[in-house]
Structure formats: C-alpha cells, structure tokens
C-alpha cells in the first residue's frame, strides 16, 4: 500500500519550539487560510450596489443623449397604479470585489469532488468533466427562451432527442418522459404512469409494495400519489424474498418500486422473476434507477421486465450535484405505459424532423405518427425539462460512447468492491458473504466500542480529510455505512481512503473516546442539530445593538 | 478514456486483490440472459473532447440565441443581464461539485449561503421564512396548493385557482390534484384592462382551503392581492401568491405585505438565465412562521458548533422524506441549489438599490415599448396597469404573427393562443415582455415590423 501522506507530518507532530496545531489566539479569529467569514446582511448595506447600469444600452457616449436615471418606480409616469412598493425592503449589496469574496471564502468552507473522494452511498458523487459545462454554456443553449418558436430552437429539440434515444438505447425501453426535475420528480413521474394506466383499464388498485431499504423517496412519492405502502421482505442476503413477494401479490396490487442495483449495493438476481410475476397479478414494475451507474452499458432494464425507472442525470451521466441540485430525471417507459407520459414531449418522425408536442398537438400527433392517441396523465412542470441537464447528460454520453459507458459500469463495480475486500476484516459488511458487490460496499457498526457510533466515525474522516459516505442508510443495517467511490477515482486514491478509513473504523473498535468530538480540523467543530431544530432561526434579523465591546465580530468571530 | 483513472495494471492488481478472475466474476449476480455480451447496438464509441464540442456547437447554432435578435418574450421566463461574477463563483469547483450538506462541518460554504438566500427570498417577498429552494415556480405551486391542503387538515379540498394564474402552472396543479382528490376551480383568463378581482372573491366559499393569485399575472396586470386576501381570510382560506417575474418586487409590493399566507414563485430572472426552460428556481415562503413545520423542502438554520461558533445547519428535516418516508410533508430531495446560489450572488451583487434601479429600467423601457406598440396602427394595448410585460390585441392571429415576425429575424413575444390552445377569443393576444436587455432600437424594429404585418 502506498504512503497515505507523502510528505510525512502529522498533527501533533512535535516541532522544536511549538506545537503546530495550537499556536496563539488570532484577533480575527481566522487562521491563515481558515477564514471566517460574516454574512452578506451584516457586512453589505442597502445603499451599495455592484452592478452599473448603462440605461442607454451603448457604449458610445459622445454626443449621445442619456436617457435619465429613473427616479422612482412610483413616480407620476409609472403605470404601476396604486401598487408601488414603497417601504424599505432590506437586501443588502456589495460590490463586485467583496462579492467575489464573500462567496470565495465561503466557498472554501466546503468538502467537494473537486477536492477529493465523496463516498456518498447511491449519491455516485463523480468527477465533472467541464467540457459539459462549456457546452451548456453555449448561447445556443444557455440563451433560448423555453417558448421561442420551434422552428427557432431546432438544435435545442435535437439535444433533447439525441439524449432520449441514448437513454432508450441503454435501457431498451419504448418510450421516454423527459421533464421531471430531479430523481423524487422521476418517481412521481412513473407511478402517476402507472396509476393513469390502471385508471385507464378501470382498474382502481390501491397498494404498492416497497422494500424496507428503499430510498425514503420511494414511499413518499407513492403516497403522494395516493398509494397505500407496505413492504416487500427481504431474504437473509438482503434481496427480495420472491416467494413473499408473489403470496402478497393480488388485485389491490398497483405495482411495486424497487431499487436495482439495491441500495445493499447487490443486484437483484430475482429481478425478470419478480416482474413476471407482478405483470401476472395485473401489477406493474417501478425501478428505482438511482443506482444505475452500476450497470449502465451492461445490463439494460427493459430486458428485465421493468416498466418505468428514473435516471437520475446528475448522478450517472455525470451533472454537478451544484450543492443539492439541481438534478434531472427523466423517467424511461416501456410499451404499455409510454402513452401516459406527460407533456410536454419530443419525438422525431420518419422525415427526420424533431417534432415539440404540447397540449395542443399530442392526439393529433400520437395518432398521424404512431397510430394511437396519447392518454397522458398531464402536465409536471412549466416548461421542457432540466435543458441545462441535457446538454451536460449528452456531452458526457458522446465523450465515453458505448464502450466508455461499460467501462463505467466496470470500474465503478471494481472499485466498489475492492473498498469492501480490503475493509471487511476490519469492519462488518454484512452482505459481503453473499457475492461480490455493485457499485457500492455497506458496512455496519457491528464490533465498534460501547458509546462509539457510525457518526463518530464519520466525523472522524472528516478529519482525514474526507467526505463521510452515507450514514445510517439503508435502515436495515445496524450503524449503516454505505460507500460508493465511483469509477473516477485513482487505485492510489482508493489505497489512501482505505487506509483512513481502516484507522478510523479500528480506533471506533478500540474504543478511541476521542472520535466522540470529532472533527476536529473542520473549519466547524460538531452542530448543534438539536438546538437548531428547538429554536429554528431561519432567516437573518438584525441585532438588537449591544454594549460596547460585543460587536458582531467578537460575537460571532472573525469579521 | 480520459474521466478514467485506472490503468488496466491497476484493473489486473485490483481483481486479485478481490478474488475475481476477470470483471464478469463480479457481475455474477446478473442472470446470464440479462447480461449482454457486448456493446450496446446502435451507439457509437467514446469520442474526444475536441470531436464532442463539435458536435455540440452544431447544435447550439441551429437555435436563435435571445441575444442576436430583438427579443420581447416573457410568459414566465425573463432574459435578463446576469453579471460574469456570478457564473465564475457558480464554477467554482466547492460549490459546482459538493452534494447536499450533509455534513455540515465541511459544508458551511454551501449553508450559509442557503441561509443568507432564504433570508433574501423572505425579505424580496415581503415573509417570515423561505425555504432552500423548490425546482421551479410551477412546481414550487403545487407543493403550495398541497401545503395548503395539509394546513386544512383535508377538511376543505376546493381549490380556487386565478384564471390569469400561468396556464402550465396551473395544468401542473390540475395534474397533482387528480391524485390527491383536491377540487381545483378555474376559469380562463378574460381579456380585461383588470384583472376580475371580483369574479375571483365571488368563486371563495367555506369549502376552499387557498386562493391561488398571481402577481402580475399571466397577462401582465396587478391584481389586488390585499382585497383577495381579505376576502380569502374572511371564509377561513389561504392565499397563496404566485410570482414569475422577481425583479417585479423592486418596483411593486411584496405579496407578504399584502396578506398573501404562502408566497412562491420563479427565480430565474435574478441569475440563472433562460436555459429552454430549465433549470430554474423554485422559490417558497410562509408569511407566518407557525406554517413553517407544514412547509416542504429542505429549511436551512443557524445553530452554534462544540466550541460555541455560529454555523448553519439543515434542519427540521423530520418533515422530510428521509426520515418521515410516507408520511413526509414532500417527496421532494435534491433542490435547485446551484441556482440559488446564482440568484443570492446575483441579488447580492444589486443589493436593494441595484434591484430598485433594475425594476425602474424595466418598467421605464417597457412603458415606452407600451406607447410606441399602441401607437402602430392595428394595435392596442390591454392592461391598465403593468410591470414589464403586457398584452397586445394585435387584430389577427398572434400565432401566425410570431411566426412571420421570426421571418424577419424578431422573436416578437408569446401568442396568448401558444398558451391556451383551447380556449376560444384569446387568438389576437400577444405577450411582450420588456428588460433591461431590450433596447429603444429593439422597440423600433418590433414597432415597423408590426406595421409591415399589420398592413
């Protein structure tokens, strides 16, 4: 194994004279790079703006006439009649330079794949390749108006087309639903599918089964949609238990979601049987596709039995997380409920053309091209889709081909598993005796020391220098520990991360007290959850002024 | 292949490191029949940067950019001027590339900046407390009309939508509703100077749980929230106010000001960029913060670490899906946070005083673009009152028109008949939104090609 820190110093290191980590106090508060850093409300001001505004619209002056800067949006000229907002509204503004760094020191107050491995469990927290943001910055794509008149935004219909017929092609499904925002909106999607499907049929079912270690998205989407949950048991390797699953089976039966690859990180080997039997029962299928990167190029879901799954943009096909979204989720269907997808659509026809289908359009248009009218259970957001998405999804598709695309799958599978054999002697991996792994290893916390938890460890490699994976998640695992390294990461980098976390989970089973506060090099020691859940303070409010000598910055620190 | 770390030494190491002989061993679990042997048929092969950015830009010059004609559309989505800080702090690798926070000693960046843009949101729109985002207006909507619901405890399920609320909001709200069994009340909109403030109060009786308003609305108008709040509240519902335009709120009052209980919208005019449509950003706020544990999506908090420092933190998360599962308030998980990060830098950047003087600029050209539009023969203007957007009765169909303005190189606006496909009487309407990047010589060339069309 290689050397974890080339350079060969460790905090508490002794250094003749001090120690490094605990020099003297700073009047900022700050720490060299370590910068703290107040809020835009209280070092920006309502009079300050950074942005000019050159109300000729030119850059030539000279002998031009500027129009006057207006006075007030309620002066006499105004047709905003009695409606004028007139009170203060209180948005701070700063210039560009101290904008520029508010946001850049903040920035650095935050792990990222930029700056290393992000283990997060059925997150797939990849490398984003910036070719994908160039194009998408292309004004050809960055600056279309949604409602432009199609025969203006024909290269914008084609990125959407190009992307679905990947996407058909990779899944070998019929049809594709392009617009839900993220993967939840993807869910929601399928099963409002299924759900206009039965209606359809005049068949009212009312229950949908869900394994306990789905993500918490699935129930909440069927419940959304007016489904009653119950769980589908698992077998002692963690799948679906067939036999269970076809004795519950029956009318009331809508259909079941099921993650696959699952969120155990195992594939579910039952998968065609199950669908068999669920389309025998009158049922249909949900795949929850979270987890596709596994098998993307390798394995397509249509061959499973599989009706509806949502892809989820921004974890396989490599979109920037960005923070918490956005996200994009387009929903692949297979024959019997592509007539129920939302609008609006793209399809292109025999001559080529790629055609946008609305509200309007879509009887006329389902029936001149494919010989039946569409039934669509409606409409799910404003306009097309994640666009911004799209144009990253395809870039990043066009860059790896089919070939690249397995080769995903295979590494991020190699990688998975290689983290799980060099760590299942140190810690539990509960399935690890049922097969090799997907694209993910789980671990529980079984063997740490009393009063040790999953957290501690996780913020314990947070002091390695490290994004924890997933935490207490899937629930059918004691202490949960679910990491997924993805294909992007370097064996050398995998040998480091496996040697932190080999310390970190030996010293939770040592009983090393000192995990209890960690981290301990964050630029935050450990939140107070609680509190602010008790007491929620959710927006800013100015101060009451205080006595002298408790400012905002010896208040809050650094300043 | 380039995102590709591992060589194929390192791949052979790898596979005896974990017992397998070749990568099939390790898609055991597979079944064989499902497994495919090769590659998908069909596709071509792995590509290099140069090739793909090739292929792209093609792409890309097939559509008309808004910047290289004059432009006047709106119906929703609004160009405006982004500053180039904004899309280099947006790239910014801790910010592009981190997840949702949920470490939160390692995710302060991220959190504080959902903090100070909910502390923006709330202020712009006049409320107590605004969430971490939503996906974008329209949905932002429906989880509204949801909210509202919850608050009524199912007790009261009509809901009384604004004929001149955007018809894909609304058709999105009519869709959620079929399976939540909610009774959504509509009406197209009816071409007035006004909005039919009256017709609206009149449709709100015991049974509805909320009033859904927009603000100006789907033609351009202002509607008189604080009398619809009024009347709502007298029958025990919510009003819910929808916003699509924020730079709006620079100019004219805040919904929460107003009355309205929920105030949502589209953030998309304040950083993000027109995009086709998406990605936009769903904004969310309560005006009482007794509504705040009914809220869906995710709610950023100020707390204090170990050491009693101020730091941020994601919180009442028992709302939410992953603890709640089906009984959560939403199934909503990952949001826009990219794009409220745009939005805050963005509103930072013109603080109160720029978004004020950016409101000014947009309703100043677009009062002129109103007069020298009325004044072409043909043509007369709707609305009595407007921001930056308003209707034109244009006497033929605005449809035909769009498109044989497009002819001449002018994206003219959004035909009301675009809009609402079915309804009868709105096909002479014509939506033109005016910006800051809409120039007098931009007007003057939309006025002489409407009198060439109008002839």
Redesign the interface.
């Known amino acids: 194994m290689s050397n974890p820190n080339a350079s060969g110093w460790k905090p508490g290191t002794p250094v003749e004279g001090h120690n490094a980590m605990s020099g003297p106090d700073t009047t900022t508060g700050n720490r060299a790079l370590m910068l703290e850093e107040p809020l835009i409300f209280e070092i920006g001001d309502t009079e300050t703006t950074g942005v000019d505004f050159a109300f000729a619209g030119k850059l030539d002056l000279a002998g031009v006439e500027q129009p006057k800067m207006p006075t007030s949006a309620s002066d006499t000229t105004s047709r905003l009649g009695d409606f004028a907002r007139d009170g203060a509204i209180g948005l701070p503004g700063l210039t560009e330079p101290e904008t520029v760094r508010h946001y850049t020191r903040l920035s650095r107050q935050n792990y990222a794949i930029d700056l290393g491995l992000f283990p997060l469990g059925s997150c797939t927290m990849k490398h984003n390749p910036r070719l994908n943001e160039k194009v998408a910055r292309m004004p050809g794509f960055a600056d279309v108006h949604p409602l432009q008149p199609t025969s203006t935004v024909r290269g914008a219909l084609e990125v959407i087309n190009e992307l679905a017929f990947w996407l058909l092609k990779l899944t070998g499904m019929h049809g594709v639903a392009m617009s839900p925002k993220a993967g939840a909106h993807g869910e929601l999607c399928g099963i409002l599918c299924i759900r206009a499907a039965l209606e359809a049929r005049g068949d009212a079912r009312e229950v949908i089964l869900v394994p306990e270690s789905a993500h918490g998205t699935n129930p909440a989407t069927a419940a959304f949609a007016g489904y009653k949950i119950e769980d589908i048991p698992a077998n002692a390797d963690g799948r679906v238990d067939l036999d269970a699953l076809k004795s519950r089976l029956g009318p009331d039966v809508a259909g079941v979601m099921i993650t696959n690859p699952s969120t155990l990180g195992l594939f579910e080997r039952d998968m065609k049987a199950i669908s068999d039997a669920v389309h025998e029962a009158g049922g249909f299928v949900y795949c929850d596709g979270a987890n596709f990167n596994a098998i993307v190029g390798k394995v397509r879901p249509g061959d499973l039995g599989v009706d509806a799954m949502h892809i989820n943009l921004h974890k396989t096909f490599s979109t920037p997380h960005g923070g918490g979204g956005p996200g994009s989720g387009p929903v692949v269907l297979s024959e019997a409920l592509s007539p129920f997808a939302p609008l609006p659509y793209t399809a292109r026809t025999a001559d080529g053309v790629v055609h946008l289908v609305e509200e309007e359009s879509a009887d006329s248009f389902a029936e001149e091209h494919f010989g039946k009218r569409m039934q669509s259970f409606g409409r799910m957001t404003a306009f097309h889709g994640q666009m911004g998405m799209f144009t990253r999804a395809l870039t990043y598709i066009l860059s790896h081909g089919a070939d690249g695309l397995k080769q995903v799958a295979e590494d991020a599978v190699l990688n998975a598993n290689y983290v799980l054999r060099s760590l299942e002697d140190v810690l539990d991996a509960p399935f690890a005796h049922s097969g090799p792994c997907m694209h993910e290893a789980l671990f529980g916390d079984k063997g740490f020391a009393d009063g040790l938890s999953t957290l501690d460890l996780a913020k314990a490699l947070i002091d390695e220098g490290y994004h924890p994976m997933t935490m207490y998640f899937p629930l059918v695992v004691h202490g949960a520990m679910l990491v997924e390294p993805t294909e992007t990461e370097s064996k050398a980098g995998l040998d480091q991360f496996i040697a932190a976390f080999r310390s970190v989970a030996e010293r939770a089973k040592a009983g090393d007290e000192s995990m209890k506060a960690a981290p301990y090099y964050a630029p935050r020691r450990r939140l107070d959850e609680t509190q602010a859940a008790r007491k929620p303070v959710l927006a800013y409010e100015e101060a009451v002024p205080e006595a002298s000598g408790t400012g905002m910055a010896a208040k809050y620190g650094g300043g | 292949?380039?995102?590709?770390?591992?060589s194929d030494g390192?791949?052979a190491?790898?596979?005896a490191?974990?017992?397998?002989k070749s990568?099939d061993?390790?898609?055991?679990?597979?079944?064989q029949?499902?497994?495919?042997s090769g590659?998908?048929?069909?596709?071509?092969?792995?590509?290099s940067?140069m090739a793909?950015?090739k292929?792209?830009?093609?792409?890309?010059?097939?559509?008309?950019?808004?910047?290289?004609a004059p432009?006047f559309?709106g119906?929703?989505?609004y160009?405006h001027h982004v500053?180039a800080?904004v899309?280099?702090?947006?790239?910014?690798?801790?910010?592009?590339?981190?997840?949702?926070?949920?470490?939160?000693?390692?995710?302060?960046?991220?959190l504080?900046?959902l903090?100070?843009f909910?502390?923006?949101v709330?202020?712009?729109y006049g409320c107590?407390?605004?969430n971490?985002?939503m996906?974008?207006?329209?949905?932002a909507c429906w989880e509204a009309v949801a909210m509202a619901s919850r608050i009524a405890r199912g007790k009261k399920k009509k809901v009384v939508l604004s004929g001149a609320l955007?018809p894909?909001?609304a058709?999105?709200v009519?869709?959620?509703a079929?399976?939540?069994?909610d009774e959504i009340a509509g009406a197209p909109p009816s071409l007035t100077p006004r909005p039919d403030d009256d017709g609206l109060i009149a449709r709100i009786d015991e049974e509805t749980s909320c009033v859904v308003v927009q603000y100006p609305d789907i033609l351009g108008r202002?509607p008189d929230l604080k009398r619809i709040a009024e009347a709502a509240h007298d029958k025990g519902a919510l009003l819910i106010a929808v916003n699509t335009e924020p730079v709006a709120?620079?100019?004219?009052?805040?919904p929460g000001?107003l009355g309205a209980d929920i105030v949502v919208g589209?953030g998309q005019s304040i950083g993000v960029?027109?995009?086709?449509?998406?990605?936009?950003l769903g904004l969310f706020a309560v005006k009482d913060e007794k509504h705040?544990r009914m809220m869906p999506g995710?709610?950023?908090?100020?707390?204090?670490?170990?050491?009693g420092?101020?730091?941020?933190?994601l919180?009442?998360s028992?709302r939410?899906?992953?603890?709640?599962?089906?009984?959560?308030t939403?199934?909503?998980?990952?949001?826009?946070?990219?794009?409220a990060?745009a939005f805050s830098?963005h509103?930072?950047?013109?603080?109160?005083?720029?978004?004020?003087?950016?409101?000014?600029?947009n309703?100043?050209l677009?009062?002129i673009a109103?007069d020298r539009l009325s004044a072409v023969p043909g043509v007369t203007l709707l609305?009595?009152?407007?921001?930056n957007e308003f209707t034109l009765k244009v006497g033929r169909d605005a449809r035909a028109l769009?498109?044989d303005l497009?002819e001449k190189g002018i994206?003219a606006g959004?035909s009301l008949g675009?809009?609402y496909?079915?309804s009868e009487g709105l096909d002479d309407a014509l939506l033109v939104a005016v910006t800051?990047t809409t120039?007098?010589e931009d007007i003057d060339a939309l006025c002489g090609a409407l009198k060439e069309a109008l002839k």
């Open positions: 292949m380039r995102y590709l770390p591992l390192d791949r190491e790898m596979l490191k974990v017992g397998a990568i061993d390790l898609f055991v679990d597979v079944p029949e499902a497994r495919l590659l998908v048929e069909g596709l071509p092969t792995h590509a940067e793909v950015e292929h792209m830009r093609a792409l890309s010059k097939k559509n008309l950019a808004a910047a290289d432009f559309l119906a929703g989505a160009r500053p800080s899309d280099h702090i947006i790239q910014r690798g801790e910010f592009l590339t981190a997840y949702t926070p949920y470490q939160p000693e390692i995710a302060q960046g991220t504080q900046m903090f100070e909910q502390s923006q709330a202020r712009l107590a407390v605004a971490a985002s996906y974008d207006g329209s949905t955007h894909h909001y058709e999105v009519r869709t959620m079929k399976f939540t069994e202002i709120l620079g100019a004219i009052e805040a000001n589209e960029g027109l995009q086709f449509g998406g990605p936009y705040v995710r709610l950023c908090g100020e707390t204090v670490d170990a050491e420092k101020r730091g941020y933190v919180t009442l028992t939410e899906q992953h603890i709640r599962r089906e009984k959560a939403s199934n909503i998980c990952t949001n826009s946070g990219l794009c990060l830098v509103m930072t950047l013109l603080g109160e005083k720029g978004l004020r003087a950016l409101a000014a600029e309703h100043r677009a009062c109103a609305n009595a009152h407007f921001f769009v498109r497009v994206l959004v675009r809009l496909p079915d800051e120039s007098e």
